[in-house]
């Protein structure tokens, strides 16, 4: 191995590299804002960041009943998003899950929500889902 300056001693250059290169490949480097947009049913929408942190959760989700994220992922080409009731936490509020296409780039799959009040509404259908990078 071959020293880099003598005042310091001998530092593998092979290390020195490394670090350049995960520091330059991290996904979190070259990551951007990105907004993903759901519509289902005729004017049913839900709209959420997501978070650029691996394993963190979106923060806040823009759907008719307030709701929290309890699960998510967004890679691989897939997208996963379970929502519960923020005020009744056992009730589930939103499910996703869809795909990537590759053709058009957006996420295709399946969602379920609740949009009733105080009594059960569901809906179960097809979703596309598109992402917005700012």
Not at 18 to 45: D, M, N, W, Y
Not at 82 to 103: F, G, I, T, Y
Not at 105 to 113: D, K, L, N, R
């Amino acid at each position: 191995m071959k020293c880099i300056c003598p005042i310091v001693g001998c530092i593998p250059i092979a290390l020195m590299m490394s670090v350049a290169f995960s520091t330059a490949a991290s996904p979190l480097a070259s990551s951007r804002h990105k907004t993903i947009t759901c519509p289902f049913l005729a004017q049913g929408s839900l709209t959420f960041d997501a978070p650029t942190k691996l394993g963190a959760l979106p923060a806040e989700i823009d759907f008719d009943y307030p709701a929290k994220a309890i699960q998510f992922s967004f890679r691989d080409g897939n997208l996963l998003l379970v929502a519960m009731d923020e005020h009744e936490p056992s009730r589930p509020r939103v499910v996703v899950s869809a795909q990537l296409n590759k053709k058009t780039g957006a996420y295709e799959g399946q969602i379920f929500v609740d949009m009733g009040g105080n009594q059960l509404m569901l809906h179960n259908g097809p979703v596309r889902c598109t992402v917005r990078k700012e």
